[in-house]
DNA sequence: ACGTAAATAGACAGAGTTGTCTATTTAATG
DNA sequence: CATTAAATAGACAACTCTGTCTATTTACGT
């Protein structure tokens, strides 16, 4: 083995991460992944069999990635309703660290759910995975009821999807900071 | 002149909507625009110098498009209250039609938006609009106040634009619909 | 009917795309 | 220390991409 750094398969993944979140996947050329990564594209393709294996791979690792950094957050507020005004926060932080693109999910579905069902099927569950964490800290927080369990939960998840969307259109938090207080009324 | 039929200008903008989003406007060629709208590349560059001209131009023509068919819509309502209701339903209809593909606006902003400081500005002014239109029957619906005229088109705003982004990604209206039984409950 | 403006087909340049392959060098392990 | 598995540089095939250009044909307005 060579390569005595950082691995070959993370460089390419943290390579492609960043480019494809940056200027899109279909933006993207294998060679300037390499470049950037400093690899040779011969060990590229003896670890992704194609470039569509590494946006499915660039996906999972950006769910795992997305759910460990936001249960971590989350974990560190104690009261249950501050818990779930922290994932507006940690979305804030994170689209400011990100430059306001957007959420990376949609930005793929966007690009290649049509055409890949792996790269669809993973950020479904992505989805999926936010509803039911969202849903079980609404569960807890012991909001005042204006709206049920099961409807805050909705009203939460939609409202940041959308606010993150807008987000990046504008290029500023403001959506998603509106976005917390109204729930903060709510809950 | 020739052309006897739809204008040369028109049959372009009408195949590069078509394809620009159903694949993305990375994934369409020229060569494929030209072929399917069934005219000849030195036409196409006649009306448009760069490809980057027809994006812009598909994105002004889907914003103009857009609220005249909203607008429409909402007209037929009545009832102030059913009005706003009737945006959601609305975008059921659309996004059946669309095939769950999205918002057009959010997908042009994450290909091209960083690209192109026209094609942003463009889809800023849509968003700005829809906020402006739901705003104009927020104040006029008469809501019974749990939240303020502010707060609830900034609630409806972001989460029709969540909702929509989800239902590309689960392709079925099932986000709109929930949304919009909470905004009834709201006002 | 004629002149003109516009549309046509299609070749072409130049660059970029993904993916393959060869030949070489490196490093870790038995 | 030798073997071996992995990484390297880079040429290459086969396409596709945008945009240009030429030569030809069509149709409308006067």
């Known amino acids: 083995m060579k390569q005595r750094g950082q691995a070959v398969a993370d460089k ?15 933006n993207t050329g294998i060679n300037q992944v390499i470049e950037e990564a400093d690899i040779a594209k011969a060990s590229l393709y003896k670890h992704f069999e194609t470039k569509e294996d590494i946006l499915l791979a660039y996906v999972q690792r950006t769910h795992e990635l997305w759910f460990t950094r936001l249960q ?5 507020v104690e009261d249950p309703k501050e818990k779930l ?6 979305h804030i932080e994170r689209q400011k660290v990100r430059g306001f693109g957007g959420c990376p999910f949609i930005k793929a579905n966007d ?68 976005a917390k207080k109204i729930i903060q009324k709510l809950i």
């Open 85 to 90: 005004l922290a994932i507006f926060d940690h």
């Open 111 to 178: 690009e290649a759910g049509t055409s890949d069902p792996r790269v669809l099927a993973e950020i479904q569950q992505a989805k999926l995975h936010s509803k039911k964490f969202i849903r079980a800290l609404v569960v807890k927080s012991g909001h005042k009821k204006v709206l049920s369990d099961q409807e805050l939960t909705e009203m939460i998840f939609v409202a940041l999807e959308g606010a993150i969307a807008l987000a990046s259109v504008f290029k500023q938090p403001g959506e998603i900071q509106a």
């Open 72 to 76: 971590a957050t989350v974990s560190k």
């Open 12 to 26: 390419i993944l943290d390579t492609a991460e960043r480019l494809f979140y940056a200027q899109g996947y279909s």
